[in-house]
């Protein structure tokens, strides 16, 4: 199968597997590209003959594991506590002279994107 035909083919299959794992736009179509190149790349291992959207979404699958795996071993900062200086009595602490730096309680949370 000529690589276009397989793109045409398998692109929407493909990337919306990548919405269903990934949850952005952006991240999606990198895991879709990066998908294809492994593919060309390693097409001497497929066999004719055999179901090519499963071998695809195998190899799409393994790159969003090892995308998992890359990312916990990244260090991550943890929030700083700091306590407002104009408090002086340290037992009458209130919630609002505590603040954390580098932390965000409602994260923004983006919903997938229909194409």
Known sequence: MHPDEMVSRYESVLYARAMRLLRTRSDALDLVQDTYERALRG???????TNLRHW???IMYNLFLDRCRRLSREPRSLPTMRINPAVKNIFGFKFEDFTLEGYDPYPAIKAPVAV
């Open 56 to 58: 695809l979404m195998t």
């Open 43 to 49: 097409k001497a291992s497929f066999t004719p003959g």
